[in-house]
Each structure stands twice: as C-alpha cells, then as structure tokens.
T-cell receptor
Framework: AQSVTQLDSQVPVFEEAPVELRCNYSSSVSVYLFWYVQYPNQGLQLLLK??????LVKGINGFEAEFNKSQTSFHLRKPSVHISDTAEYFCAVSANSGGSNYKLTFGKGTLLTVNP | EAQVTQNPRYLITVTGKKLTVTCSQN?????MSWYRQDPGLGLRQIYYSMNVEVTDKGDVPEGYKVSRKEKRNFPLILESPSPNQTSLYFC????????????FGPGTRLTVL
C-alpha cells in the first residue's frame, strides 16, 4: 500500500515570493508521482508528473518538482508566484507494481494563498 | 473538445432516496474512476474501472455502486444515500495506465439531508 503526506495544509505567501509545497510518500515498490492543482470551484488539473529519468520535472505555469528517492519526497516549487496561483495543490502517488497501476492515492492537499 | 462531463453538478436529496450521478468521457479512455473530496481529507477513491465490465473497489466503496456497460460512461449509484455521503464527487478518466494524465470532471456537489 502507498500513502502520501503533504506536510503543510496551508501556505500563505506574498506575490513574487518563492514557494515550496512539500510532499512525502511511502511505498514498498517504485512509484509514479503527480502534482495536481484545483482552482476554486473547478476540477483537478495536472501540473506535472514524474515517471522515470531526470529527477527534476518541469510542469505548467512555471512550476517544477524534484523527486528524491532517498528522502521519499516530491516537493513542488515555483520561484515567483502570482495571485492567480492561489489554489489547492494535491500530491498523488501511483505504485509501479504491474497490474495494480491504476490506484492513485492523493495527499490531503495544500492550500496556497498568494497575497498582494 | 476532450472532456469529462458529470451530471448533475449540484444535488440536494434526502436520506434513502436512490440517486445516480452520471459521468461520461469523449476521449476513448479505458480507465475511469470516482473520487470523493472532503475538507481535510483530500480525494479518496471510491471505485475504478479498467475497462468495460471491469470494476474494482477503491478506498471508500461502502454505500456506493458503479457499472461500466459502455466505455464512455461510468455512473455512480447511491442506492440509499446517508448524510455522511454529503461530499464533492469527481469522476476521472485516463488512457490505459497511470502513465498518462488523469482528466477530471467538474465535480458534483451532493448534499444528503
């Protein structure tokens, strides 16, 4: 079984400041990792994903994340946030275990609030 | 336009009155899934389907049923809704495996009185 822990439930920042949203996972097998964003009153949209290869993954809207296998982490970063980045962000993991690839486990979410 | 649609978007009902939330995708995706989202709990998977006539339980299947008779549709059925099923529900689909992006519907906000 896999699990995801998002270490901060809320992260307030000022516009143009850098931000890091933290995510740790647990799994007995190798994993695929995802970050999704949910803007107010909308569904979820994929920001980026790590499947294999380079541990630094770039996504949409200037976000990037780094996969760290030894620390079982997949933190999301953006060097300079905008008001429009205000949203809830979800980290998710899918375990690479053959036929059970279909299970996607989400963290509880981090609400990023960007203030002017 | 590639999309996942859900209906209804909002529903208020009473305890015990059977209801169905429909989900449809136009991307010919094999995989479909239902999640519920509750404050502080994130998204939890209810049921998923890997293809037509193939479904399996997620983390919180109690009180729900699903069917997958056609590739594009994956309805969620609450045969006897209870207040603890008040939640925001999302349907999602993806091609064959989790290697691909999951596309989410706009959500259905359900209130059970």
């Amino acid at each position: 079984a896999q699990s995801v822990t998002q270490l901060d439930s809320q992260v307030p920042v000022f516009e143009e400041a850098p931000v890091e949203l933290r995510c740790n996972y647990s799994s007995s097998v190798s994993v695929y990792l995802f970050w999704y964003v949910q803007y107010p009153n909308q569904g979820l949209q994929l920001l980026l994903k790590y499947l294999s290869g380079s541990t630094l993954v770039k996504g949409i809207n200037g976000f990037e994340a780094e996969f760290n296998k030894s620390q079982t982490s997949f933190h999301l970063r953006k060097p300079s946030v905008h008001i429009s980045d205000t949203a809830e962000y979800f980290c998710a993991v899918s375990a690479n275990s053959g036929g059970s690839n279909y299970k996607l486990t989400f963290g509880k979410g981090t609400l990023l609030t960007v203030n002017p | 336009e590639a999309q996942v649609t859900q209906n209804p978007r909002y529903l208020i009902t009473v305890t015990g009155k059977k209801l169905t939330v429909t989900c449809s995708q136009n991307m010919n995706h094999e995989y479909m899934s239902w999640y519920r989202q509750d404050p502080g709990l994130g998204l939890r998977q209810i049921y998923y389907s890997m293809n037509v006539e193939v479904t399996d339980k997620g983390d919180v299947p109690e009180g729900y049923k699903v069917s997958r008779k056609e590739k594009r549709n994956f309805p969620l059925i609450l045969e006897s809704p209870s207040p603890n099923q008040t939640s925001l529900y999302f349907c999602a689909s993806s091609a064959r495996t989790f290697y691909n992006e999951q596309f989410f519907g706009p959500g259905t906000r359900l209130t059970v009185l």
